[in-house]
């Protein structure tokens, strides 16, 4: 990844490309906060073993998902399956296929 980011920002970034940042940055517009400066080595080395692991994903679930990745089992955003059918086109029978599929991330509670 460093060797892709060094080669896209070349001749734009020479001294920062391909390096991780020492500092911590901001986004103009947005109020997302990117990760601290000091635990982007982990970070990377996390979303490379992820990559690795998922890798027999469809190419676009696997960008997708690399971009925005779901919540980790111990978030607080999780929904039931029939709640996260609402509005949607998509049944929660549908939706407990792509999850027993592994196409969707879920975690199953409650009944077994």
């Known amino acids: 990844m460093c060797k892709i980011h060094q080669l896209v920002l070349s001749q734009i970034d020479d001294d920062w490309g391909g390096k991780y940042?020492?500092?911590?940055?901001?986004?103009?517009?947005?109020?997302?906060?990117?990760?601290?400066a000091w635990l982007?080595?982990?970070?990377?080395?996390?979303?490379?073993?992820?990559?690795?692991?998922?890798?027999?994903?469809?190419?676009?679930?696997l960008a997708a998902e690399a971009h925005h990745p779901t919540p980790l089992p111990d978030s607080e955003i999780w929904l039931?399956?029939?709640?996260?059918?609402?509005?949607?086109?998509?049944s929660q029978e549908y939706l407990s296929l792509l999850a027993r599929l592994g196409r969707i991330e879920a975690m199953k509670r409650g009944k077994t």
């Open 40 to 61: 982007m080595p982990q970070a990377m080395d996390a979303w490379s073993a992820w990559l690795t692991k998922n890798i027999h994903l469809h190419p676009i679930d």
């Open 21 to 36: 940042r020492q500092e911590q940055v901001q986004i103009a517009g947005t109020s997302h906060l990117p990760s601290e």
């Open 80 to 90: 039931p399956l029939r709640e996260a059918a609402q509005g949607t086109p998509y």
